[in-house]
Structures are given as C-alpha cells and as structure tokens.
C-alpha cells in the first residue's frame, strides 16, 4: 500500500512569494495534519483537518493556511514567505476516529528554501 | 498542552537494551504517552503508545510510572538502524494538537 505522499519534494522560493505544498494521505484515512520542522528542532504542529473540517491549529500566523479535498488530499498554503519560513513541511495522515490514540503516518516532507 | 523533557542526547552499544527516560509531571488523568522516532532524512515514525499500563509491541516496550509523572521507553536490543530521534509525545482527548518537543538523538555505537 502506499504511504503519505507529498509534493514537491524540494522547493526554493524567495521572499515575499507564495507556495503550496500536498499532501495525498493513506487510503481510507480521512484526516491529514501539517507540520514545520526547522533544522535541529522537534517538528511544530500548524493544522489538523478532519472530514475537510479544520480540527486544530497550531501557533501560526495567519499567511498560513490549508484546506481538504473530498478526496482527503490537502494542501498547505503560505504567503509573503519569509526567510524564517525555510523548513521541511511534514504532512502526516490517521484515521481520525478516536484522536488521543490515533497513529500519525508522516510523508517524507517537502524542503522549502526560502533565499 | 502538557510538556515533555527528555535528555537531548543517549548513546548505547550495539545489541544492548536501552533505557529512554521522557518526564511529563503535567500529564492530566487523559492524556495518553505517544512515542515516535525520527530516522535521519525521513518522517516521524510511530513506535508505541500507553495510557497507564505498560505496553509492548514489536518494537519497542513502554513502562509507565504509577504516578504517570514519567514514561520509559525501552529498545531491548538496539541496532545501527535504531539511530534516530525519539520523541515522547502527549495526546489528550481532544487530540488536535500534537507536540513533538525536542526528543533525544539516540546514538547506537557498533
């Protein structure tokens, strides 16, 4: 079975610029999460969505945002890049039926440079 | 949410057991102790989770303290491919938010 996809696997960008990354879940999961992870640093949650409802979000500002397709792909969209920005963008996928023991399945990530 | 601390780094030979110490003194009476590791170059990965009993899977084993003011996950016999960064993770019921905090970078010498 395939795993969580995710595209482009590389991007460079520069400032003031916007991006979208996807994110293709697990068959038969039906929510998908996004995450930044800075270089050395534990990956930053930045939304949950649930049935293409948003289901959380993290502490981010609002260039950041994201939507769900009835397909349960997603993308994560971002605005006016800065160079703060440049990070690996993980997206993960779970069933989300019982959220507090549901299992995280991570994509390999997208690597946004921002110059 | 409630916060984990955990050592920034663990070395341990190869084919022994290791002992990874995560603390969570905030931890609420729902919230559950997930566990994921990070291999270089890749996704997280998930490797166990427990509420108050201690959990073993094929990977790895969780002991829970009875107080559940720390967790302890053990690798029985770790080998090269167990490098990686381990994450101890807490989830309450609501689960929408998921923080990964630092984890340690667990060293694994032949």
């Known amino acids: 079975d395939a795993g969580v996809t995710q595209s482009p696997t590389h991007l460079i960008k520069t400032r003031g610029q916007h991006v979208t990354l996807r994110c293709s879940p697990i068959?038969?999961?039906?929510?998908v999460s996004w995450y930044q992870q800075v270089l050395g640093q534990g990956p930053q949650f930045i939304f949950q969505?649930?049935?293409?409802?948003?289901?959380g979000r993290g502490n981010f500002p609002d260039r950041f945002s994201a939507r769900q397709f009835p397909n349960y792909s997603s993308e994560l969209n971002v605005n006016a890049l800065l160079l703060g920005d440049s990070a690996l963008y993980l997206c993960a996928s779970s069933l989300g039926l019982f959220f507090f023991t549901d299992t995280q399945y991570f994509g390999p990530g997208t690597r946004l440079t921002v110059l | 949410d409630a916060k984990t601390t955990q050592p920034n780094s663990m070395e341990s030979n190869e084919e022994e057991p290791v002992h990874l110490p995560c603390n969570h003194s905030?931890?609420?009476?729902?919230?559950?102790i997930h566990w994921y590791r990070q291999l270089p170059s890749q996704g997280p990965e998930y490797v166990i989770h427990g509420l108050t009993s201690n959990v073993n899977n094929r990977m790895a084993s969780l002991a829970i303290a009875e107080d559940r003011k720390s967790s302890t996950l053990i690798l029985h016999r770790a080998t090269l491919r167990d490098a990686a960064v381990y994450y101890c993770?807490?989830?309450?019921?609501?689960?929408?938010?998921?923080?990964f905090g630092t984890g340690t970078s667990l060293t694994v010498i032949p």
């Open positions: 993770i807490l989830r309450d019921n609501t689960g929408n938010q998921f923080y």
């Open positions: 969505y649930y049935e293409k409802e948003e289901r």
């Open positions: 905030t931890i609420s009476g729902t919230d559950y």
């Open positions: 068959s038969g999961h039906k929510s």
